[in-house]
């Protein structure tokens, strides 16, 4: 079973509005989503001191065994302003920490279109199902890798390899290759299967509604 990543705007501070915020709208406020990853621009709208932990009420089917209808979670929380001005200030970190595949400027651009344009002041990222498949691994702690990886966005503008290979692991990009042009889907360009892999590893993918790096 696949396990997808949401990055959604709503006008309340919940995490998880999608099960947590009545009359919530995925159709609009779902802005992208991704599988098995966290994309790479997504992160980049968060800080550590964005992560938010609440404690919500499971189904009965959707608990496991050991479980007594609350779950406990993290998740980055942001209002959307906020959010797109750490944005822009991770971009020169990104640039240097993956200055071997190309500036990431371009596709920041139409991430922010999306996030703009969609319904809502706060922004946050769905990552239960994620999450879920890191601690089934049981190979490394999501939480302090997700918390390592948006530390070393917070600059200096050189963070190092450690915050690299963090964001490598979260975001499943494929790296050492150039990434793929903003416009990749856009203008039909050629390229090979890492390419599309990649730009989704960027930026997602449209849920319901179109984003800016499909169509126009």
């Known amino acids: ?27 609009t406020g779902v802005v992208a989503h991704d599988v098995f990853g966290v994309p790479l621009l997504w992160l980049a709208m968060f800080r550590p001191a964005d992560l938010v932990t609440g404690v919500f009420t499971v189904d009965e089917e959707d608990l496991d065994d050991d479980e007594d209808g609350e779950v406990e979670a993290t998740a980055p929380l942001v209002a959307k302003d906020r959010a797109l001005a750490q944005l822009d200030a991770a971009l020169p970190v990104l640039n ?33 199902e994620i999450e879920g498949v890191w601690e089934e691994d049981d190979t490394s702690t999501f939480q302090s890798t997700l918390r390592a990886a948006l530390a070393a966005l917070d600059g200096p503008a050189d963070p190092g390899p450690a915050g690299r290979v963090r964001l490598i692991e979260l975001s499943r990009l494929r790296p050492a290759r150039p990434f793929p042009s ?11 299967e890492d390419d599309h892999w990649n730009l989704a590893r960027l930026l997602g993918a449209g849920f319901d509604a179109a984003v800016p790096w499909e169509t126009e």
């Open 182 to 192: 903003a416009r990749l889907l856009l203008d039909g360009l050629e390229a090979g």
């Open 96 to 128: 240097a920490l993956f200055a071997a595949e190309g500036p990431l400027d371009a596709h920041a651009a139409l991430l922010r279109q999306a996030v703009e344009r969609a319904p809502g002041t706060f922004v946050t990222i769905e990552l239960d």
């Open 1 to 27: 079973m696949a396990n997808y990543s949401y990055l959604c705007s709503t006008d309340t501070a919940s995490l998880y509005p999608s099960s947590q915020v009545a009359g919530f709208e995925p159709r």
